[in-house]
């Protein structure tokens, strides 16, 4: 094996993690993997004194380059915007869950959006991915002092955006299928009592489907959002559980194709926020 290719392949599955955690596209990240190791095979190799800095580095400027150019993108984007789903088949380990489910979930992802490109970068090498103060600095180019600012603003605006739940696996699961039942029936008391007071429901649809362009807050107000849905889609619509992002979250189906990716987040008692995604274009590799 091409020696540049095998070890930028041993580092692979780090530089996608960080990728897709600032770009929240799985096809994005994709994109800037590949440019980056275009930059490794042209690069003076022999001069590199550490190849896993060296590919983070670069990597991780690639990725805020790309969020500064989407800025105006995503201003003008239609109703709320969301990161792609990563749907598996398969359940995690109880290691693989531990690591991701807590720092890739699409609620993670969504209030990382409320951070700056350079904000969510020193963030995510500090906190999810344990890198040294001296290592962040030397990856964004600015002082040790000036990232420990950084990582502590950007951690008290996670913090005030997503407060944390530690929560079972079991007690997810039995959620989503109280969940299930009630929204395929179409009960508005049993789907009213699921929720939290101050639950919210955020939809992505991009402009392209129809979906709720503000955020929706409030119990009742959702429970009559999937009540009206039971009665429009009737027997056309159901729902299967599957692993988004790390933890369990809902498929549903319409008239037997993919329509949108739901993930739950809850306390272990009450349905804290729902998330859901029907851009078509962040659901191509799902089908």
């Not at 531990?98 to 904000?119: G, K, N, Q, R, Y």
């Not at 498929?251 to 993919?258: A, E, N, P, Q």
Request: proline content about 3%.
């Amino acid at each position: 094996m091409d020696e540049p290719l095998e070890t930028f392949n041993a580092h692979r599955s780090r530089l996608l993690g960080i990728a897709y955690r600032m770009l929240g596209s799985r096809a994005a990240a994709e994109d800037v993997l590949q440019e980056a190791y275009i930059r490794w095979h042209q690069s003076d190799r022999a001069e590199v004194r550490s190849a896993e800095a060296w590919l983070v580095t670069s990597v991780t400027r690639l990725c805020i380059d790309q969020l500064r150019a989407a800025k105006k993108e995503r201003e003008a984007y239609t109703g709320p915007w969301l990161p792609e789903p990563v749907v598996s088949r398969e359940v995690p380990s109880p290691e693989g869950i531990m690591e991701t489910a807590s720092d890739v979930s699409i609620a993670f992802l969504a209030v990382l959006e409320l951070l700056s490109p350079e904000e969510r970068s020193a963030f995510l090498l500090r906190e999810v991915f344990e890198f040294e103060y001296a290592e962040v600095a030397q990856i964004l180019g600015k002082s040790e002092a000036t990232c420990r600012q950084i990582v502590h603003r950007a951690k008290e605006r996670v913090r005030e955006g997503r407060p944390r739940f530690q929560v079972s696996r079991q007690a997810h699961m039995r959620l989503l299928e109280k969940f299930i039942a009630a929204a395929s029936t179409g009960n508005r008391q049993q789907l009213e009592v699921l929720f939290a007071e101050d639950a919210t429901f955020t939809s992505d649809g991009g402009g392209k489907v129809r979906a709720v362009l503000k955020v929706l807050h409030g119990a009742e107000r959702i429970a009559r959002l999937f009540y009206a849905l039971a009665g429009w889609l009737g027997d056309r619509a159901s729902l299967r559980i599957a692993e988004v992002n790390g933890e369990p979250g809902l498929l549903r189906y319409v008239d037997g194709k993919l329509d949108a990716v739901l993930s739950l987040v809850t306390d272990g008692v009450h349905i804290l926020d729902v998330y859901t995604v029907r851009n078509p274009d962040k659901l191509k590799g799902l089908h």
